[in-house]
Structures are given as structure tokens and as C-alpha cells.
């Protein structure tokens, strides 16, 4: 398997910009997670999805963010509009029992 | 909530020295994971364990899962230049509740190894 697939790598985008992120979670989990890491406040859990329905979004920053998981092999996080103190790295994770495996992350730089 | 704090927050070691974190909570956790971070790469499994007591081996990192289920530690001996990284303890609560399937992470321990 390929792991936990992000895309993409790295993005810079201009504040009040729409940013969408992607992952592709490993075949056969059935939990999906998306984490944000700053220096600041370490691993933040956003929001997790078990079998493609939102489990808890309590750690979603405000309306500008949302996620959606349409299908088992597919979710985004999208932020909109974007601003400057949205810039962090953002990891998608999945899991079938307790052990989550991470993706590369998305750097996301809002100027 | 569940918190877990991790220490130290940073270590700077020279090689061939053993390093030793560990990580307390406020409340019991089923399985205890160790992840370490390589600089502009996501955390990586290292060790998990699943049972209060138990001790468990990875090469030159050795984990246990305290009796109390509250804590963990994990040892790295024999440090090389490439240990260099954050390493991250999470615990996971297996019972049920909104909680459940989620592992909440301590604040990582920031190791630097001069050869």
C-alpha cells in the first residue's frame, strides 16, 4: 500500500482565497483524521470521520473550515476565505484500529 | 479533556548516549503509541503497546505502558545523528463515547544529537 496519500505537497495562497485540501486514505481504514501543526499549538485533531460520517469536529477552528469525506477513499479540508494565521501544516491520518498512520502533510502558507 | 504531558519538551544529547521521555496523563488510556517526525515529514509509528505493564522492543528504542495505564515511557539507547527528530507519545481510549477511534498527543519531545 502507498499510505496516506496528501495533495498537495505544499501551498501558498493569498488571503481571502479558497484552499482545498486532499487526502487519500490507506485501503481498508475506516477512521480518517486531520490534524494541524503549528509551533504554537503542536498537533491539533481538527476533525475525525469513521466509515466516511464526521465523528467529531470539535477542533474545527470557525465556519471558514469544513471537511468532507464523500467516499472511503477520499477527503477533503477546505478553508474559506483563507487568512494569514491559517498558515500551518495540515496532516490527514487513517486508521483501523488504534495505530494512525500519517501522511507528508500540506504546508500551507497564507500572504 | 484529555490531556497528556510529555517530557522533556527537549533534549540535546551527544552520541552514543541513552535518551529517556516519557509521558503522563490525567486519565487511562487502552493503547499507548510512540511516533517520531523527521523534519517536513509526517509522524511515523514507531512502537504501540497494548496491555498495562507491558514492554516492548524496536531495535534501540524500548517503550513500556505503565501499570496505571496513565503514563509511558520510551528509551532510546546508543543514540545516532539520524534519532535527531520530534518524537510524539498518543494514547487511545478504546471505550466508547465520542472519544472513541481518536488518539490525543503529548506536546513532543524535541531530541538533537551532536555527533
Known amino acids: 500500500d502507498a499510505g496516506v496519500i496528501q495533495s498537495p505537497r505544499h501551498e501558498v495562497t493569498e488571503m481571502g482565497q479558497e484552499v482545498t485540501l486532499r487526502c487519500k486514505p490507506i485501503?481498508?481504514?475506516?477512521?480518517l483524521f486531520w490534524y494541524r501543526q503549528t509551533m504554537m499549538r503542536g498537533l491539533e485533531l481538527l476533525i475525525y470521520?469513521?466509515?466516511?460520517?464526521?465523528?467529531?469536529d470539535s477542533g474545527m477552528p470557525e465556519d471558514r473550515f469544513s471537511a468532507k469525506m464523500p467516499n472511503a477513499s477520499f477527503s477533503t479540508l477546505k478553508i474559506q476565505p483563507s487568512e494569514p494565521r491559517d498558515s500551518a501544516v495540515y496532516f490527514c491520518a487513517s486508521s483501523l484500529l488504534a495505530e494512525a498512520f500519517f501522511g507528508q502533510g500540506t504546508r500551507l502558507t497564507v500572504v | 479533556g484529555q490531556q497528556l504531558n510529555q517530557s522533556p519538551q527537549s533534549m540535546f544529547i551527544q552520541e552514543g548516549e541513552d535518551v529517556s521521555m516519557n509521558c503522563t496523563s490525567s486519565?487511562?488510556?487502552?493503547?499507548w503509541l510512540w511516533y517520531k517526525q523527521d523534519p517536513g515529514e509526517g509522524p511515523v509509528l514507531l512502537i504501540a503497546l497494548y496491555k498495562a505493564g507491558e514492554l516492548t522492543s524496536n531495535g534501540r528504542l524500548t517503550a513500556q505502558f505503565g501499570i496505571t495505564r496513565k503514563d509511558s515511557f520510551l528509551n532510546i539507547s546508543a543514540s545516532i545523528p539520524s534519532d535527531v527528530g520530534i518524537y510524539f507519545c498518543?494514547?487511545?481510549?478504546?471505550?466508547?463515547?465520542?472519544?472513541?477511534?481518536?488518539?490525543?498527543f503529548g506536546q513532543g519531545t524535541i531530541l538533537t544529537v551532536h555527533p
Open positions: 498518543a494514547g487511545h481510549a478504546d471505550a466508547g463515547g465520542t472519544s472513541y477511534g481518536k488518539l490525543t
Open positions: 486519565s487511562i488510556f487502552n493503547t
Open positions: 485501503s481498508g481504514h475506516d477512521y
Open positions: 470521520f469513521n466509515n466516511n460520517v464526521p465523528i467529531d
